[in-house]
């Protein structure tokens, strides 16, 4: 048992020491690729080192030649700038005395020319620029005339085609006497209810109104006589409410007419309304309407003011679209353009004035206040739409059948008769009726008696025939009423 054993342990040794063995000599053929390796990279190494040297010494050679390259273009270079040096120099002198040759020359032809002329280098030199300015001047100005005289033909053409496009689009009346108002009667059996027994409701009528109330044989219709349209208004208003209410007695009359002169605001903003509306001006201040309201009742010549308005500004409008122009800046602008007639006569300043200071501060744009204050020139225009309007406001004044003189001429005399009989003292109302051949004078009965009322009336008289002559006779009536009323319950 114990040889077994010493044989397998020595079998093991045995084993072992082969292993060992065959490790050693795995190790040295290992060892021996590696020098052998290591022996191939460092002959490498070396070779690739003697090849990087032999290309620094060629890289080292090219350098060199360079350097020498370089070195001999610089000398050449040199000896180029040394030479054109010596070239500038020469010709910069030669220049010199060019230049200096020239002058000479040219002083000389100078003088021989002063010589020959008898005139200055300076003198010649302005008699030149004056014949050159003055040939510039006479041909701009022949070019200028023959293109204003092209333009003027084509304008005028142009210009009256647009007129005519644009007033041929209208259908409006002609001026009419302003002094009568025809009221429709309901029923020719009112007539003697409007007369009233004995004439005290036609007379009470006529007094307090101020308008002469003419009751004829025309049986469907009653005429109202006054220069001044605000009375005849109020009479008319006042009128149709007593036929329609059918009490006619002075009471009644007279609340009427109180009644009527009270709604004359709410009349004038109506009217306003519908004026711009017939033009189609949209968007107007309150102000402007009541004012374009008012001229309702003013006349320029027997042409009614409202009216004229409405009248101009479809003229505008229709003329600034054929020219391209804006035609709502245009309509507006020609609706408002007299608008300053509205007024008081107290202020003063003109019309065209005065209408564009109430359209700025109704917050009217800039255009349309120019367009007011130069539609009569009084400014200049700044837009082409403020001329649309001179023009729109000459068109629609001077059309055949549009004004008439006499109608002014009677309206200023029957003011002027009530202005001057206002200025007694005492006078409280003045009425100019028949056409200036009656005043009506009413008196505050504490300051004239019944006594003063006979002179009074023959000092109204005497004054207007000095200082008012007018033909025929001139009937004054003084009238002094004392009313008292009490109330009783």
């Given at each position: 048992m114990d040889g077994i054993d010493t044989s397998i342990l020595l079998l093991v040794l045995l084993g072992a020491c082969l292993v060992a063995l065959i490790l050693v000599l795995v190790a040295r053929r290992e060892a021996e690729a590696v020098r052998r390796q290591a022996r191939d990279d460092v002959a490498s190494i070396r070779e690739e080192a003697r090849e990087l040297s032999r290309d620094a010494a060629r890289r080292a050679q090219r350098a060199s030649d360079l350097e020498?390259?370089?070195?001999?273009?610089?000398?050449?270079?040199?000896?180029?700038?040394?030479?054109?040096?010596?070239?500038?120099?020469?010709?910069?002198?030669?220049?010199?005395?060019?230049?200096?040759?020239?002058?000479?020359?040219?002083?000389?032809?100078?003088?021989e020319l002063e010589r020959l002329s008898a005139l200055t280098a300076d003198e010649a030199r302005d008699a030149l620029v004056l014949r050159m300015t003055s040939d510039a001047e006479r041909r701009a100005d022949a070019r200028v005339r023959r293109l204003e005289a092209a333009a003027r033909r084509t304008a005028d053409e142009r210009a009256r085609a647009v007129v005519a496009a644009a007033v041929s689009r209208l259908a409006v009346p002609t001026s009419t006497q302003t002094s009568i108002t025809i009221v429709p009667l309901p029923s020719p059996d009112l007539k003697g209810p409007i007369i009233g027994k004995e004439g005290r409701n036609i007379r009470t009528f006529e007094a307090t109104s101020g308008v002469t109330l003419i009751v004829d044989d025309s049986p469907d219709h009653v005429l109202l006589s006054c220069f001044d349209a605000e009375r005849r208004e109020i009479a008319e208003v006042a009128l149709v409410e007593l036929m329609a209410d059918g009490r006619?007695?002075?009471?009644?009359?007279?609340?009427?007419?109180?009644?009527?002169?009270?709604?004359?605001?709410?009349?004038?903003?109506?009217?306003?309304?519908?004026?711009?509306?017939?033009?189609?001006?949209?968007?107007?201040?309150?102000?402007?309407?009541?004012?374009?309201?008012?001229?309702?009742?003013?006349?320029?010549?027997?042409?009614?003011?409202?009216?004229?308005?409405?009248?101009?500004?479809?003229?505008?409008?229709?003329?600034?679209?054929?020219?391209?122009?804006?035609?709502?800046?245009?309509?507006?602008?020609?609706?408002?353009?007299?608008?300053?007639?509205?007024?008081?006569?107290?202020?003063?300043?003109?019309?065209?004035?005065?209408?564009?200071?109430?359209?700025?501060?109704?917050?009217?744009?800039?255009?349309?206040?120019?367009?007011?204050?130069?539609?009569?020139?009084?400014?200049?225009?700044?837009?082409?739409?403020?001329?649309?309007?001179?023009?729109?406001?000459?068109?629609?004044?001077?059309?055949?059948?549009?004004?008439?003189?006499?109608?002014?001429?009677?309206?200023?005399?029957?003011?002027?008769?009530?202005?001057?009989?206002?200025?007694?003292?005492?006078?409280?109302?003045?009425?100019?009726?028949?056409?200036?051949?009656?005043?009506?004078?009413?008196?505050?009965?504490?300051?004239?008696?019944?006594?003063?009322?006979?002179?009074?009336?023959?000092?109204?008289?005497?004054?207007?025939?000095?200082?008012?002559?007018?033909?025929?006779?001139?009937?004054?009536?003084?009238?002094?009423?004392?009313?008292?009323?009490?109330?009783?319950?």
């Open positions: 020498t390259e370089l070195a001999a273009e610089r000398e050449r270079l040199a000896q180029v700038a040394e030479r054109l040096d010596a070239q500038a120099r020469r010709l910069a002198s030669s220049e010199a005395e060019t230049v200096a040759v020239r002058a000479a020359q040219q002083e000389a032809v100078v003088q006619i007695n002075p009471e009644r009359i007279e609340a009427a007419l109180r009644q009527a002169a009270a709604g004359a605001a709410d009349r004038a903003t109506s009217s306003g309304h519908a004026a711009a509306e017939a033009a189609g001006v949209p968007a107007l201040h309150p102000d402007l309407i009541e004012a374009l309201g008012r001229l309702r009742l003013r006349s320029s010549y027997g042409q009614d003011v409202q009216a004229h308005l409405v009248e101009s500004a479809h003229i505008a409008g229709a003329i600034a679209a054929e020219l391209g122009a804006d035609e709502a800046l245009a309509r507006r602008a020609a609706l408002l353009h007299d608008i300053g007639k509205s007024v008081p006569a107290t202020v003063e300043g003109s019309h065209a004035t005065l209408g564009a200071r109430l359209a700025a501060r109704c917050g009217e744009s800039a255009a349309v206040v120019n367009a007011i204050a130069a539609h009569h020139g009084e400014v200049a225009s700044d837009t082409v739409e403020a001329v649309v309007v001179q023009a729109a406001d000459a068109i629609s004044a001077a059309r055949p059948g549009a004004r008439r003189n006499d109608v002014d001429q009677f309206v200023e005399r029957m003011e002027s008769i009530e202005r001057l009989v206002a200025e007694h003292a005492g006078v409280a109302k003045v009425l100019a009726m028949g056409s200036g051949r009656e005043v009506r004078v009413v008196v505050e009965p504490a300051a004239v008696s019944d006594a003063d009322v006979p002179r009074l009336a023959q000092a109204i008289a005497d004054r207007i025939t000095s200082e008012l002559p007018v033909p025929g006779e001139v009937h004054v009536t003084v009238i002094r009423e004392l009313r008292a009323s009490a109330t009783a319950g």
